[in-house]
C-alpha cells in the first residue's frame, strides 16, 4: 500500500502516527486526536503527494524523507499522549527531541501515622492522609534532611524506637529519648514543628547551621564546624536567589525554555509556601530544528507521569499548541482540574521572567563550558544522524567462561557519569552471545532509561551487526560504531600512542592515524569500558573463588562445582535451588552437603 492509499484510508481516531524513511528507519511519532486530520494537514495531494506549504523547515525536511506510517488507534487522547511519550523515549526518533530527565525528584516527608514521627527521604510518592511531602528538591534534600536532625531533638534513626534503650543522641542532647522515656505528644511536637519551619525556610535553616557552626568552632571541633559550614554552603547553592516577595503561602510549577541554534535547556523552578525551594534544568542537543509547541508539551508529560503530592498551579512563559489537552491529560492524572498559566503582568509574571533569565544564562554558560568540537567531527567522520552528546560504550569479560560478565559505561556533556555505569552478571559463555546478552538487556530498560545518541562496542564488524540487528528488531533509531584492536602477532596491540585501532560503522571501515584525534575520542571510551569490565570481572571471581573454597573444604571437588555453574550460571542461583535440582546434577550426597552449607 503506497504512502498516499494509506494516509485515504487512517480512521477519525485518536492513536499515534509514525514516519518511516525509505530505509525502514524511524523519523517521527506523533499523537492526535483525530489521526486522519492530523497526518493530512502534514500533506498537499494535488497533483501529487507532497509536503504542505505551511510546515516549517524541520517538518517540511522530515516529511520529505517519509515514505511510509504506521499508526495505533487508542481509545482516549489521554491513552495516545501515555503512548506517545512512552514510545519516543524507548525508540529515540530522528526528528523527536529526547529530553533526558529520567530522574525522579526526592521529598522529604513525615508519616504522622507513628506514634513518634520522624522526617525522611523519598522518591516514591504513596497518597495517604497521614503523610506530608515537602519538596521537590532537585539537590541538598540530605542536607536539609540531616541538618534537621542536628538541630531538633527528634528520633534521630528508625532503629532508635526498637531498641527501647537510650542511646548516645539521648547522651549527647540531640534526642528526647521516647524509645525509654515517656514523652508528652506536645511536646515532641515542638521539636517537629521547629523542623518544618526549618524546612520551609532555608534563610533560617542556614542562619542556625552557622550558629551552630560557630559554636563547634569555637569547642576546637573543627571538622563538624567544617562539615557545617559545607552543608550551608550546598543549600545555599540550591537556591535561586529572589527579591520577589509573596506574603501568602503560595505554590506554583515554573517552567521555562532558552534556546540556541544547537541547545535547549529546560528549566523547571519549584515555589512552596511563597519561597522558591529548589530548582532543576536539562540541556539538550539540537540537531534537526526546533519546535516550541512540541518542547513545552513534551516537558509537561515527561515530568508529571505520575501525580504528585503537592500539586501547584503550573506557569509557562506563553502558551502552545496542544494547551487545553495537556491541561485535560494533566486533570485526570491529578484528579483534580489542572492549572496552566501564562502570566502577563503582577508577581507571577515576575517568576517567569526570573526562570527565563536563569535559562538564558545556563544556556550561556553551556557554551563555555561544554567543547563538543571532537563530538562535532566525530559525527562528520561516521555520518551519524546527530552530533553524540550521550555515549554509552560496551565490553565484556570473563576467565575460560566462568565469572562471564558486561560493563556500560556513560560519556556525557564531555565526560564520564559514572553514576550511570551499569554491569551485568551473564549467562552466555562466548563472546558473541555475551554481547547479545549484554546489548538485549540494555534495550529491555529503554522505557525507564532512554537511548543515548550513539553506542560504541569493544568488537569488530561481527558484533556492530550483532547490535544493528537487535536494535532494528525494536524498532529503535540509534548510531552504532565498534572499535576492534590491531592485531600483532595474532596479539591484541595496546600500545599507547602506536595503537592502529580499526573503527566499524555501518557502512565503512576507518584506519585513522594513532594521533587523530577523533580515533583516541573513541579508544577512551574503549579503554573504560575495559577498565570497568576487567574489574567487575575480578570481583566477581574473587566472589566466586571463595564460594568454591568453601565448598571445596566440605568435599565437593572443583569439576563438581564447575558442572553447576555451566546449568546454574552463579552461585546466588545454586544457594536457593531445591536439594532435588542438586542431586539431579550431582548425587544426594552433595546436595545434603550443599543445602546443609547454604541454609
Known amino acids: 500500500m503506497t504512502l498516499s492509499e494509506t494516509i485515504q484510508q487512517l480512521p477519525p481516531s485518536s492513536g499515534i502516527y509514525q514516519y518511516f524513511d525509505e530505509n525502514g528507519k524511524l523519523l517521527y511519532v506523533g499523537k492526535a486526536k483525530n489521526l486522519k486530520n492530523r497526518v493530512k494537514s502534514y500533506f498537499s495531494f494535488t497533483p501529487d503527494l507532497r509536503p504542505s506549504s505551511n510546515l516549517s523547515y524541520r517538518i517540511e525536511s522530515m516529511i520529505k524523507q517519509t515514505v511510509s506510517l504506521n499508526y495505533i488507534v487508542v481509545n482516549t487522547e489521554h491513552d495516545a499522549l501515555i503512548l506517545e511519550n512512552s514510545l ?20 522529604i516527608y513525615i508519616d504522622y ?80 514543628d521547629k523542623a518544618i519551619k526549618l524546612i520551609k525556610n532555608k534563610s533560617k535553616l542556614t542562619q542556625e547551621l552557622s550558629k551552630k557552626m560557630e559554636f563547634y568552632a569555637e569547642e576546637l571541633r573543627f571538622e563538624e564546624a567544617a562539615e557545617l559550614r559545607d552543608r550551608c554552603e550546598r543549600i545555599s547553592r ?22 540556541s541554534e544547537k541547545r535547549l535547556v529546560t528549566l523547571k523552578i519549584f515555589m512552596r509556601n511563597g519561597k522558591i525551594i529548589s530548582s532543576s534544568h536539562n540541556v539538550t542537543s539540537l540537531n534537526n530544528g526546533f519546535d516550541k509547541d512540541e518542547i513545552l508539551h513534551r516537558v509537561l508529560v515527561e515530568y508529571y507521569q505520575d501525580k504528585p503530592p503537592i500539586i501547584a498551579p503550573i506557569l509557562i512563559q506563553e502558551s502552545f499548541e496542544d494547551q487545553e489537552d495537556i491541561e485535560n491529560y494533566l486533570s485526570d492524572i491529578f484528579k483534580k482540574k489542572a492549572q496552566i498559566i501564562v502570566p502577563q503582568k503582577g508577581k507571577k509574571k515576575q517568576l517567569i521572567d526570573l526562570a527565563v ?24 567522520l561516521f555520518r551519524l544522524e546527530r552530533t553524540p552528546e550521550r555515549i554509552e560504550c560496551f565490553d565484556n569479560s570473563h576467565m575460560a567462561g566462568m565469572a562471564t560478565v558486561g560493563a556500560m559505561v556513560v560519556y556525557e556533556n564531555a565526560k564520564f557519569d559514572k553514576k550511570s555505569y551499569r554491569t551485568y552478571h551473564l549467562d552466555a559463555k562466548d563472546e558473541y552471545s555475551q554481547m547479545r546478552e549484554t546489548l538485549s538487556r540494555r534495550v529491555n ?49 595496546r600500545a599507547k600512542g602506536k595503537a592502529n585501532d580499526i573503527i566499524y560503522t555501518k557502512d565503512d571501515v576507518f584506519r585513522l592515524q594513532p594521533s587523530d584525534k577523533r580515533l583516541q575520542w573513541v579508544q577512551r571510551l574503549r579503554d573504560e569500558a575495559h577498565r570497568c569490565a576487567i574489574n567487575f570481572h575480578k570481583k566477581t571471581k574473587l566472589k566466586m573463588d571463595q564460594e568454591s573454597k568453601l565448598l571445596n573444604l566440605n568435599g565437593i571437588s572443583q569439576a563438581k562445582i564447575k558442572k553447576l555453574l555451566n546449568h546454574y550460571g552463579t552461585f546466588e542461583q545454586i544457594k536457593i535451588l531445591s536439594h532435588e535440582e542438586i542431586s539431579a546434577i550431582l548425587n544426594e550426597k552433595d546436595a545434603n552437603i550443599i543445602k546443609n552449607l547454604y541454609k
Open 445 to 493: 530498560s529503554f522505557e525507564k532509561s532512554s537511548p543515548p545518541d550513539l553506542w560504541v562496542l569493544d568488537g569488530g564488524a561481527t558484533l556492530l551487526k550483532l547490535a544493528l540487528e537487535i536494535l532494528d528488531s525494536n524498532g529503535i533509531s540509534l548510531d552504532v560504531i565498534a572499535i576492534s584492536k590491531e592485531k600483532v602477532d595474532e596479539k591484541a596491540h
Open 357 to 380: 533569565l536563569n535559562a538564558l544564562e545556563i544556556l550561556k554558560n553551556d557554551k563555555k563550558t561544554v567543547n563538543m568540537e571532537t563530538e562535532e567531527k566525530v559525527a562528520e
Open 88 to 107: 519516543i523515549k524507548q525508540l529515540n526518533p530522528k526528528y523527536n527531541i529526547l529530553l533526558r530527565d529520567d530522574k525522579t525528584y526526592p521529598y
Open 113 to 192: 501515622s507513628e506514634k513518634y514521627p520522624r522526617f525522611d527521604i523519598t522518591r516514591k510518592i504513596i497518597d495517604a492522609k497521614d503523610i506530608t511531602y515537602f519538596g521537590p528538591y532537585s539537590v541538598a534534600a540530605r542536607d536539609i534532611l540531616n541538618s534537621i536532625y542536628e538541630l531538633c531533638k527528634l528520633v534521630q534513626k528508625k532503629r532508635c524506637l526498637k531498641s527501647k534503650k537510650l542511646c548516645l543522641y539521648y547522651q549527647i542532647d540531640k534526642c528526647l529519648g521516647p524509645c525509654e522515656n515517656d514523652i508528652p505528644k506536645e511536646i515532641y511536637q515542638k521539636e517537629i
Open 238 to 259: 540550591s537556591e535561586i536567589k529572589s527579591d520577589i516577595d509573596f506574603a501568602s503561602n503560595e505554590n506554583y510549577d515554573i517552567f521555562a525554555i532558552a534556546h
